[in-house]
């Protein structure tokens, strides 16, 4: 794990707000070097903290308006395979591997009741998938992978 202080904190709170904040911008807010923030950024990046910038959707205006959270259970020496097959599939947002009734939860996003329908039946052609559970979001309260405070 990387060692973070405050100045990396700030530069993470900040990209969090605006992933397309100026690196000059960045650095007259911390009234650093723009340089310096280049060099930390970098160093996050290298560390693996952060792993990229992403635009945040709404996949309901681009028609995915189903989303439905799916539990797995599989056959425990194959659980890893299974969760990278299921991995590949475009549908597909969050993968976890979990402790409790399921073994793997998945969020995935649909653009209709059909392809939803067709996406469970092909889980159930994977080797090792036990059983599915699928439960459908009937409304989103809060949708936002990157409001963490940090």
């Not at 100026?22 to 007259?28: D, H, R, T």
């Not at 205006?61 to 989303?67: A, C, D, E, S, V």
């Not at 659980?79 to 793997?104: H, M, P, Q, W």
Request: hydrophobic content about 40%; some cysteine; charged content about 30%.
């Amino acid at each position: 794990m990387a060692i973070l202080d405050n100045k990396d904190y700030k530069i993470l709170k900040l990209l969090q707000k605006d992933a397309r904040a100026p690196y000059k911008k960045i650095a007259e807010q911390m009234k650093v070097s723009e340089g310096t923030i280049h060099n930390r950024i970098d160093r996050l990046k290298k560390a693996g903290v952060l792993r990229g910038f992403s635009a945040d959707i709404d996949f309901e205006k681009l028609g995915y308006t189903i989303t439905a959270v799916i539990g797995i259970l599989a056959h425990g020496p194959k659980l890893v395979r299974v969760e990278e097959t299921i991995s590949t599939f475009k549908n597909i947002t969050c993968v976890y591997d979990v402790a409790g009734t399921y073994d793997v939860i998945v969020i995935a996003k649909f653009k209709s009741r059909a392809e939803l329908d067709s996406f469970v039946k092909s889980m159930g052609q994977i080797q090792d998938i036990e059983r599915t559970f699928t439960y459908l979001v009937l409304n989103t309260k809060k949708e936002d992978l990157n409001s963490v405070q940090i």
